[in-house]
């Protein structure tokens, strides 16, 4: 693998140029992407080198499966992501030059269900036993099968599996490799047992996964393990936590309260006197969750679409229609979704994708996902920096023919109805106002939209209502920035100083130039400036949204600093909030 300054331009969509000048040291190569990559790291691309092209080329946020990373392995992908290069390891935008933004999610193991281990495989060797069609198999729930099951009884460690399935329940064996019907419960009067019939033909390997399509099933929404994978993530700061096997609200709420005592109890990180949990991704992965998803939705702070298990779980025919529906509700919800398992899987043996799999991506952008995902393809396969590329190629084209088909509709008929997003109800103030402001940085052909928050709470609400132009996030701490990589079209950048109670001329100015340099706008572009007012004789503190035309980004003397502004700017105050 080429090093990243050395590497081949079809590598990256984005670049770094380095620059004397710390204001001009990034641009962007091409259109600047709204839905951003989560993409895994793991042994082919955990080595840094690998690892500084995978995040070059798009990677927003890296994902850290712990179904599989040892605390070893996740400490080498931690450190290694935080010695990549980014924008402010180029002095861009901080007062702490020598960080990148890019989030680490981690993917608990979840409260799975497993099948034990086999004393000896086939020919000899431990990869797995062949289940032949039609044999009689008891699967037990008794310990001492989980280090010696055969072929005629399998070991589960669900326990209350005999009271959970019903005669001609289905039961499946790693991801559906094997499939089993049950016969009968508790024969001979063993309450450990049931009898299955296997339906379909195939080789099962040591501790795989199980799967009961439709059960309802009791298990504690963390195991220990999760426990301990969850204090180590925030002793190392990370900032997603991805909940497997989550079954309804409460669920989130268990894994919120433990993340919030463990932020308290091992590491404090602190925004504003506030400390800071990771933030926690449902991930939607049985028919228990689907159930009850409305709920889910609401109490998490995002989605995950597992296709993974998801797709064992129901009729692998209505796996689309459910993608889409759940895309859909999370956006009318305001809430950000990741589409997730296979969506290039092919990649890990072959450089180029297939073209259903172009597709895929494709349209889960054009649905409204906020993130897509690569799981094998950038963790284990061959290619990972060519499947980050592709990915992020595959964006630019689907996003980009959503901006030519508002045009289209624009110019035809004067409006943006035809393709217009699937966004929340406006029920309160704030909504209002993202709402406009979104609707304004259309009419007026805005390049981009500049947000100066303290918490991110102002870009969060703006992203909602999905603009077609990037929203340059300018926010005071490391942590609120990476927490806005989960939402589409927030590109954070920390500002170098609190910029709350500067001037407006200043603060406007300081805005511009900055997202000059980052390449988000250029001299006569139109920008939307966005930020919170303080409160005044009469008003209570407002956010405001103002106009601005980019007409000059050469650095000011300081002659013209002290009598004109470096960008003209036309006043638009909305609503004060209450």
Same mark, same amino acid.
């Given at each position: 693998?080429?090093?990243?300054?050395?590497?081949?331009?079809?590598?990256?969509?984005?670049?770094?140029?380095?620059?004397?000048?710390?204001?001009?040291?990034?641009?962007?190569?091409?259109k600047i992407p709204l839905t951003k990559i989560v993409a895994t790291i793991g042994p082919a691309s955990e080595n840094f080198p690998v690892l500084q092209d995978v995040t070059a080329s798009g990677m927003r946020i890296m994902r850290i499966n712990f179904s599989h990373a040892t605390y070893e392995e996740a400490d080498l992908?931690?450190?290694?992501?935080?010695?990549?290069?980014?924008?402010?390891?180029?002095?861009?935008?901080?007062?702490?030059?020598?960080?990148? +933004?890019? !989030? $680490?999610?981690?993917?608990?193991?979840? #409260? *799975?269900?497993?099948?034990?281990?086999? =004393?000896?495989? %086939?020919?000899?060797?431990?990869?797995?036993?062949?289940?032949? +069609?039609? !044999? $009689?198999?008891?699967?037990?729930?008794? #310990? *001492?099968?989980?280090?010696?099951?055969? =072929?005629?009884? %399998?070991?589960?460690?669900?326990?209350?599996?005999?009271?959970?399935?019903?005669?001609?329940?289905?039961?499946?064996?790693?991801?559906?490799?094997v499939e089993l019907k049950v016969t009968e419960i508790h024969p001979n009067g063993n309450k450990d047992d049931i009898k299955c019939s296997v339906v379909n033909a195939g080789v099962l390997g040591n501790r795989k996964g199980v799967n009961l399509p439709g059960a309802t099933i009791d298990l504690p929404p963390m195991s220990d393990k999760d426990r301990a994978d969850i204090k180590w993530g925030i002793q190392n700061d990370v900032d997603f936590i991805a909940a497997s096997f989550v079954r309804k609200a409460s669920d989130i709420r268990a894994i919120r309260k433990y993340c919030s005592q463990m932020t308290k109890d091992v590491h404090r990180v602190v925004h504003d006197g506030e400390i800071l949990?990771?933030?926690?991704i449902a991930k939607v992965e049985n028919v228990e969750a689907l159930k009850n998803l409305d709920e889910i939705i609401s109490e998490a702070d995002g989605v995950m679409v597992a296709r993974g298990d998801l797709g064992v779980e129901i009729p692998m025919q209505t796996l689309t229609n459910i993608q889409k529906d759940i895309v859909k509700k999370c956006n009318i919800a305001g809430k950000p979704v990741i589409v997730a398992t296979q969506?290039?899987?092919?990649?890990?043996?072959?450089?180029?994708?297939?073209?259903?799999?172009?597709?895929?991506?494709?349209?889960?952008?054009?649905?409204?996902?906020?993130?897509?995902?690569?799981?094998?393809?950038?963790?284990?396969?061959?290619?990972?920096?060519?499947?980050?590329?592709?990915?992020?190629?595959?964006?630019?084209?689907?996003?980009?023919w959503i901006?030519?088909?508002?045009?289209?509709?624009?110019?035809?008929?004067?409006?943006?109805?035809l393709h217009k997003p699937i966004v929340p109800e406006i029920t309160n103030h704030i909504d209002g106002m993202a709402s406009a402001i979104v609707k304004a940085s259309r009419n007026l052909r805005a390049k981009c939209i500049i947000v100066l928050s303290r918490n991110g709470n102002t870009c969060i609400n703006i992203s909602k209502f999905r603009p077609d132009v990037p929203i340059v996030s300018i926010v005071p701490s490391q942590k609120v920035g990476r927490f806005l990589q989960l939402h589409r079209g927030c590109h954070p950048v920390v500002?170098?100083?609190?910029?709350?109670?500067?001037?407006?001329?200043?603060?406007?100015?300081?805005?511009?130039?900055?997202?000059?340099?980052?390449?988000?706008?250029?001299?006569?572009?139109?920008?939307?400036?966005?930020?919170?007012?303080?409160?005044?004789?009469?008003?209570?503190?407002?956010?405001?949204?103002?106009?601005?035309?980019?007409?000059?980004?050469?650095a000011l003397t300081s002659d013209q600093n002290a009598t004109t502004p470096s960008n003209t700017i036309y006043d638009h105050q909305f609503t004060p909030l209450n």
């Open positions: 693998m080429q090093s990243y300054l050395r590497r081949p331009l079809q590598f990256a969509l984005r670049r770094a140029r380095m620059s004397t000048h710390p204001t001009e040291g990034y641009t962007w190569a091409s992908r931690t450190t290694n992501l935080r010695k990549c290069v980014g924008v402010h390891q180029q002095g861009l935008g901080s007062k702490d030059a020598g960080f990148n +933004l890019r !989030a $680490i999610m981690l993917d608990t193991q979840g #409260p *799975e269900i497993r099948t034990g281990s086999f =004393t000896e495989g %086939i020919d000899g060797e431990m990869a797995g036993v062949q289940m032949e +069609l039609g !044999a $009689i198999v008891t699967v037990s729930v008794n #310990p *001492e099968w989980q280090y010696k099951q055969t =072929t005629d009884t %399998i070991f589960c460690s669900y326990t209350s599996l005999a009271t959970t399935v019903a005669i001609d329940d289905r039961i499946l064996l790693d991801d559906g490799a949990p990771p933030k926690i969506m290039l899987e092919s990649m890990q043996k072959n450089p180029r994708p297939t073209r259903a799999e172009c597709t895929d991506v494709s349209n889960a952008v054009l649905d409204g996902a906020d993130c897509v995902m690569l799981s094998g393809e950038s963790a284990k396969g061959k290619y990972p920096v060519v499947a980050v590329d592709t990915m992020a190629k595959l964006i630019q084209e689907a996003e980009g901006s030519r088909q508002r045009e289209i509709d624009y110019q035809a008929h004067g409006t943006q109805q500002a170098s100083r609190d910029l709350s109670s500067t001037g407006d001329s200043e603060r406007f100015r300081t805005a511009i130039d900055t997202a000059t340099s980052l390449g988000f706008c250029k001299v006569g572009d139109t920008v939307i400036i966005v930020c919170y007012e303080t409160a005044v004789a009469k008003l209570s503190p407002a956010v405001s949204m103002r106009v601005a035309k980019v007409t000059n980004v050469a």
